[in-house]
Nanobody, 121 residues
Framework: VQLQASGGGLVQAGGSLRLSCAASRPIFSNNGMGWFRQDAEKEREFVAAISWNGDSRYYADSVQDRFTISRSKNTLYLQMNSLKPEDTAAYYC?????????????????WGQGTQVTVSS
């Protein structure tokens, strides 16, 4: 299974970006999905997660009320609004081992390559 993330770029503080993550095959129907991010100087951190049916969604405190995770049949999304310089990182999408949303990276089996988000002040 391959996960392909896209949508990153350079944006000014206060701006918006929408990340997308497409799977090489339709695993989304049964798996929880998540977004994580990693800055060069920090460990990978949880951003947002969604359950297989979209009923459960979790967010990191740092992105609550600014980011929205959603999913369609074959694509995972992360709408990012009111971006801040501290949001700068490589963003990774991941498919969970189970169907639930999870904040733990160890609950995810498949990982996409990162898409870089850079927020200028």
């Amino acid at each position: 299974v391959q996960l392909q993330a896209s949508g990153g770029g350079l944006v000014q503080a206060g701006g918006s970006l929408r990340l997308s993550c497409a799977a090489s095959r339709p695993i989304f129907s049964n798996n929880g999905m998540g977004w994580f991010r990693q800055d060069a100087e920090k460990e990978r951190e949880f951003v947002a997660a969604i359950s297989w049916n979209g009923d459960s969604r979790y967010y990191a405190d740092s992105v609550q009320d600014r980011f929205t995770i959603s999913r369609s049949k074959n694509t995972l999304y992360l709408q990012m609004n009111s971006l801040k310089p501290e949001d700068t990182a490589a963003y990774y999408c991941a498919a969970a081992i189970g169907s639930r949303a999870s904040r733990r990276a160890t609950d995810y089996r498949y990982w996409g390559q990162g898409t870089q988000v850079t927020v200028s002040s």
